[in-house]
């Protein structure tokens, strides 16, 4: 699937965004409940989140050009960003519309259709969460990873009000349904907190998973050899792509060709584990000191693992 193709996605939580605010302001009209009506601002991040979304989907897939040689992949931590801003926002909104029914708590009304409401939302918010994660995962793509968080975060918290709603009816403790709309306001800004964490992290090209460095290590230090060997590996992120960069340390009195032709094959290695790797190789003579100065942060290199062939 194309990067492009993506934004069926985005179109997708649009429409589901759409869905829950309408049946979620439904539900706060219905009943007078600010718990609901937390529920239902919530849903109004995600359509402003969703929409934001679509836009950065459409930018990181635009291919390279003059003006940006790696692509613009680097777009969808904007969005991320975004979303967690905008939750940050609604958390606000929440917490006061809590505090204040907190001191002038009052009654909640129908609610049995109220809740009937509220769960149809919730079902529909939950389905396209499911959507968008697996998606997210397969594609490796950051925006459609913390859209389905944010509305995996929604189904939570809606379950939550619902909870709490019912337990007013039960309990006649009209002050309890502000609680529990508060509680969802600090629920919704640690989502946020971790959604603009991740962004920022995005763009400070923060390096690859400890896991996946494991195993690039594993695979360039299967080609070391008594003549070869490899040091300097850095990686980073960038939205759906990954670069890395490694020194080849070869006998100087290798030709130009044989070099050339050991780079390859070990960046075809790695490309054919890391098809979103970007690998870029610099071919150095062990025998110059300079090969071995201004190495910074790096990716330990692991030993080559012994050849099967070699057993006795």
């Given at each position: 699937m194309?990067?492009?193709?993506?934004?069926?996605?985005?179109?997708?939580?649009?429409?589901?965004?759409?869905?829950?605010?309408t049946?979620?302001t439904?539900?706060w009209?219905?009943?007078?409940?600010v718990?609901?009506?937390?529920d239902?601002?919530?849903?109004?991040v995600n359509?402003?989140?969703?929409?934001?979304a679509?836009?950065?989907?459409?930018v990181?897939a635009?291919?390279?050009d003059?003006?940006?040689?790696?692509?613009?992949a680097k777009a969808?931590?904007?969005?991320?960003a975004?979303?967690?801003?905008?939750?940050?926002?609604?958390?606000?909104?929440?917490l006061?519309t809590?505090?204040t029914?907190?001191?002038?708590?009052q009654?909640?009304?129908?609610?049995g259709?109220g809740l009937?409401?509220?769960i149809?939302?919730?079902?529909v918010?939950?389905?396209?969460?499911?959507v968008l994660l697996?998606?997210?995962r397969?594609h490796?793509?950051?925006?459609?990873?913390?859209d389905g968080?944010?509305?995996?975060?929604?189904?939570?918290?809606?379950?939550?009000v619902?909870?709490g709603?019912?337990?007013?009816?039960?309990t006649?403790?009209?002050?309890?349904?502000?609680?529990?709309?508060?509680?969802?306001?600090?629920?919704?800004?640690?989502?946020?907190a971790?959604?603009?964490t991740?962004s920022?992290?995005?763009l400070?090209?923060?390096?690859l998973?400890?896991d996946e460095?494991?195993?690039i290590?594993?695979?360039?230090?299967?080609?070391?050899?008594?003549?070869?060997?490899?040091?300097?590996?850095?990686?980073?992120?960038?939205?759906?792509q990954?670069?890395a960069?490694?020194?080849?340390?070869?006998p100087g009195?290798?030709?130009v060709?044989?070099?050339?032709?050991l780079?390859?094959?070990?960046?075809a290695?790695v490309?054919?584990?890391?098809?979103?790797l970007?690998?870029?190789?610099h071919?150095?003579?062990?025998e110059?000191?300079r090969?071995?100065?201004?190495?910074?942060a790096?990716?330990?290199?692991?030993?080559a693992?012994p050849?099967?062939?070699d057993?006795?």
């Amino acid at each position: 699937m194309s990067r492009a193709s993506l934004t069926k996605f985005a179109w997708l939580s649009i429409a589901a965004a759409i869905v829950t605010i309408t049946l979620k302001t439904g539900a706060w009209w219905i009943t007078g409940s600010v718990g609901l009506l937390s529920d239902a601002a919530e849903s109004v991040v995600n359509l402003v989140a969703a929409v934001a979304a679509l836009i950065a989907l459409r930018v990181a897939a635009r291919p390279a050009d003059d003006d940006h040689h790696f692509g613009h992949a680097k777009a969808e931590y904007f969005s991320a960003a975004l979303e967690g801003v905008m939750i940050f926002i609604a958390a606000a909104v929440i917490l006061v519309t809590a505090v204040t029914r907190f001191i002038d708590p009052q009654p909640i009304e129908q609610v049995g259709v109220g809740l009937t409401i509220s769960i149809i939302a919730s079902v529909v918010n939950g389905l396209v969460a499911i959507v968008l994660l697996r998606a997210g995962r397969q594609h490796n793509s950051i925006t459609l990873r913390a859209d389905g968080k944010h509305l995996m975060t929604d189904v939570i918290t809606s379950a939550g009000v619902v909870i709490g709603v019912l337990l007013v009816v039960l309990t006649g403790w009209d002050r309890l349904d502000p609680v529990v709309a508060f509680a969802v306001g600090v629920n919704i800004v640690v989502t946020g907190a971790k959604l603009i964490t991740e962004s920022v992290h995005g763009l400070m090209d923060r390096t690859l998973s400890d896991d996946e460095n494991r195993r690039i290590a594993a695979i360039i230090a299967r080609y070391s050899t008594d003549e070869v060997d490899f040091h300097a590996l850095q990686t980073r992120q960038s939205g759906h792509q990954q670069f890395a960069t490694c020194h080849v340390l070869v006998p100087g009195a290798w030709s130009v060709t044989r070099g050339h032709d050991l780079v390859e094959e070990v960046e075809a290695a790695v490309a054919e584990e890391f098809p979103t790797l970007h690998l870029t190789t610099h071919l150095e003579p062990r025998e110059d000191p300079r090969a071995y100065e201004g190495i910074t942060a790096e990716v330990p290199m692991l030993p080559a693992e012994p050849d099967a062939s070699d057993d006795g």
